[in-house]
């Protein structure tokens, strides 16, 4: 799908403003400036008519352009990625996966944006600046080098009907971490007897495709005990018992069910946005999945969105609460860009928290706010919406933590090459063991995290 231009987009945008208009704080006049800005384009049209509402403010009030373009996710990737290699870069960049901002922190090829954070700071919540914190390897030092805007984890998403035509209550759901994914089996077994054989329990992604499948992987690592795989200091803990054994359950209990006929077939060769689509076709009873984007696309079918259940991690087997991955998405400055200073103040009046709040909330909520106060004295994140309710409660309000690639950008390498998907591959399609199978992921991780030495400050 191609980019979308400027004036595509703002033919589109039209008589979509209603979804609020953003708070004009006062800016500073100069001489009038333009910032080229690469942006995320939407799975909903509310949010880029937000993005462009957005946009359209700071116009006004600052009297400066912006020559923008909204791109979807993965076309984005590949263009920063080039861009980077080429030096011919945009402004602005905002690109959504695990690795890009960490490698090219290390690498020293962003701009350290703390200037830019340091003002609004003491607003955001401190996992949202966490996930922002990276380290460089030319200045061996941490700086925030992404502007904190959207925060996500990945909830587990339920049709609630399903669930009932399979013989089961909504209320019957267990809440410990095992008995709550057992949970589903029966259903897909009552479901196939009524008749519907094509429909799966689960939608896990054992694909080497994307973010989502790395996602999926490590909340399970973490339900059995692997939280420390990589600690703060920057440590790969392969050699640790404790995250091998956590790592080996965790691979049984994603890859027996494929093995046993209770996930699609075509999990193997998904990407990203393949799951979403499935699961809206009712594929499968319960996906798990980042950020709500799920229950977005189906914003303007009532009965289909109000049909999903939202819900947070279950608790451990031991009965404690889980935490959450999350990280923080926003803009970023790439060295050799042309109008840094432009391209700060636009940033710098993104992330004011009404402008930021009005914002996420044009775009239906997908994205969560990383302003705890805010979040929690505005209705619309905690009390209108069931999905955006859990949500906010497991991202934001629960206990979180960063995916490992913000304590070491040498897991963004990692999970660029996919090591636990291929564990699964070897123990789906090989017949290996999963015990061998995670021993071969486990050194090749260690090779590569032992070329990303963090320095203690």
């Given amino acids: 799908m191609p980019g979308l231009t400027r004036r595509c987009l703002l033919r589109r945008s039209l008589g979509l403003a209603a979804a609020g208009a953003l708070a004009r704080p006062h800016i500073a006049n100069a001489a009038v400036t333009t910032a080229e800005v690469w942006w995320n384009q939407g799975f909903a ?57 960490g490698l090219n922190v290390w690498d020293d090829k962003l701009l350290d944006l703390s200037d830019v954070v340091a003002p609004q700071r003491s607003q955001f919540a401190p996992m949202a600046l966490t996930c922002c914190y990276l380290y460089n390897n030319a200045a061996k030092t941490r700086g925030y080098y992404i502007a904190p805007m959207k925060i996500t984890g990945a909830p587990f998403h339920i049709w609630k009907s399903l669930v009932e035509k399979g013989g089961a209550k909504i209320s019957d759901i267990p809440n410990t971490w095992d008995a709550f994914l ?52 920057g440590k790969l803990h392969t050699d640790d018992p404790r995250m091998r054994e956590a790592a080996i359950k965790a691979l049984v209990k994603l890859t027996t069910p494929f093995k046993e006929g209770y996930v699609p077939p075509g999990v193997v060769n998904w990407n990203d946005a393949d799951d979403n689509n499935a699961f809206h076709s009712k ?28 819900r947070g991690l279950p ?44 914002y996420l909330k044009a775009g239906l909520g997908r994205w969560m706010l990383p302003v705890p106060e805010i979040a929690n004295s505005d209705p619309f994140w905690l009390k209108e919406d069931p999905h955006r309710e859990a949500y906010c409660r497991q991202t934001l309000l629960g206990p979180t933590m960063p995916f490992y690639e913000v304590y070491n950008p040498g897991m963004a390498q990692v999970n660029a090459e996919h090591l636990f998907s291929v564990a699964e591959y070897d123990v789906i399609n090989q017949g290996m063991t999963p015990e061998a199978a995670i021993d071969k992921a486990f050194k090749r991780a260690a090779d590569i995290v032992a070329k990303y030495q963090i320095g203690q400050s």
């Fill in 182 to 233: 057992d949970f589903f089996k029966p259903v897909q077994d009552t479901l196939r007897k009524q008749g519907m054989r094509n429909v799966y329990a689960y939608g896990y992604q054992l694909t080497a495709n994307g973010g989502d499948p790395i996602a999926t992987f490590n909340a399970f690592l973490i339900a059995y005990g692997g939280k420390d795989l990589v600690t703060q200091d």
């Fill in 45 to 101: 049209q509310e949010e880029d008519a937000a993005f462009l509402a957005m946009v359209g403010d700071y116009e006004k009030a600052s009297g400066n352009k912006i020559d923008h373009s909204l791109i979807p996710f993965a076309p984005l990737r590949q263009k920063a990625v080039s861009a980077i290699e080429s030096g011919a870069v945009p402004d602005i960049l905002e690109v959504l996966d695990l690795w890009f901002a």
């Fill in 283 to 310: 594929l499968m009873v319960m996906d798990f999945d980042g950020t709500i984007s799920t229950e977005v696309a189906l914003y303007g079918k009532k009965e289909d969105y109000d049909d999903i259940l939202t």
């Fill in 315 to 358: 608790l451990g087997n031991d009965g404690k609460a889980l935490p959450a991955q999350v990280t923080t998405f926003g803009p970023m400055i790439p060295k050799g860009a042309k109008h840094v200073e432009p391209a700060k103040e636009f940033i710098k009046y993104m992330i004011q928290p009404k402008v930021l709040n009005q």
